[in-house]
């Protein structure tokens, strides 16, 4: 275990808390080795960076994985992540449905299922 | 000129200065209807809401459009913006970085490709 | 409720019945502010438009969802609005396949299983 | 020349006129085969098909190549074309603000962007 | 039934397998002409091309999917497609661990649970 | 500069050759963190992975790049490297034709353009 792989696990267990543990241990299962890319290279590498809080990390990764569209399960994971670092419901709402702009309402309005289903089980 | 219309020209030209207005006129000799529109949703219905600072949506639309890769016109309108609305450089730099890690390294190379132009008219 | 939700929820019925009124109850629990966004803008403002008949506006709009992929909710509710405002299933079907060229085989197949389940509620 | 090919040219220059003869001859160069392919799939397989007028394929085909905004180049031939077989500057004006609502409103600046400079071209 | 259908038809069995012949009959209740169109153009157009091999046109299929990441149930065909070609599970994760580089991490994570559930039925 | 980098810059070399060079010195100007990952992790952790050959590779990542179709310029640099490892003019034509069954015609052409540019500066 490198001090890298060490680094980034303590990252995601601070931004993604238990979900993310569970998405590494399900993944270990299937590839050892992609989940080991995974803590290294977002974790280790990018999320540590000093440049940018982690509230304004999970602002861009929400606003992304919304607009994009293909990566619900991964959308649901940073709106825990989101509310884990700082984010508020509503500021959660507000950048979804500022997404309707920039990739239309079927975007958002599925981005807004996955925040759903997320706050449901926070409550 | 409705109320909503002339509060989405207010924000446009508070958010996007300039080029924000470019882009307008431009559009209103292909389509007059697609300006109106593109001022009075985005710009007096979305931008205008209270719950999230100008700062965080330019971070989430810069993230966003950095994603999809398909919007290099408004992402580099996007970029200045969020120069405007009080994003750094390094600030700015650091969400593209980010987005390697959603949307792969092409769109992230290409979004920073965008953020060069922008910052080398602003030196 | 402004005029413009009230024309916005009245050409939400006409073209897509039940199912559209369900996609709004459902999304009044989680985001107020989206459900009627969803009204306003694309109901009051765009469909409630002259230069296009509703048929050619749910063509446009199978089309669309069909070769981004990335809305399959959305696109089973346009399947029944076309079929609502007189597309039948074999315009329909046509619409799809005319997709395998400028979205792919895969992009096809799973609009014509959208279809599939639409149809199937509707016989 | 196969009856497969032989139908699909003679639909290829009804449909996008000297734009797609143009297309076919630069790709002729590249590639004689995608060349052949582009005419044989398409053209004389799917929009010889009757279950739909070319007026409602190319409405098709200009909302879906909006939405997805990968494909700059075969939007303005698709413009075109639909000028050709019957829509109006207008309609095609029409069809892209639509997909405001269906892919952002980025999307449906750079496709009307695209109609202006088929449009000017046609005056 | 012509040649270049029974052409198809027999590429599709000895690439597919059993899968494939599945997809088509359940493509055939929904869409007849959408099924033929699959069999004869990927299956006897392309595939049966002699330019490349089986196992080299399944990685492209795999990474293409992978990094598109709209196409879930069409890739998890192509995984086990690659399998039936020559491609060990090994050089399949290696492929969905590379389009990490290219579609980010999220696309190789659902690229990678699709490989899983492939991979659990054949054991 | 760690042997991470060193490794990854070797392997650019080996893979990219000068075109590679390239990218990384004007990306240097730009972000040199940027810079920095794009060696690294692409180029150290990844391609350096003994189970996949450079050849193979580049028949994922030229297949992965035509269907996204949002990354026109890593194209190039990857049908470059394509011949650069070992792949024929042909073989790449033959992974760009099989585009069309996975992302539709329009892909593949804009592909297809972007092999013509490359296969015309090495003739």
Known sequence: MTDRFQ??????????GETGQKVIDGLQSISPDLARYTIEYPFADIYAR?????????IATIA?????????????VHIQAGLNVGLTKAEIEEIIIQMTVYAGFPAALNGMQAAKEVFSNTE
């Open 64 to 76: 992304a994985l919304t607009a994009t569209g293909t990566a619900q399960p991964q959308l649901k």
């Open 7 to 16: 680094r980034g696990l303590e990252n995601l267990k601070k931004i993604d």
């Open 50 to 58: 000093p440049g940018l809080g982690l509230r304004e990390r999970e």
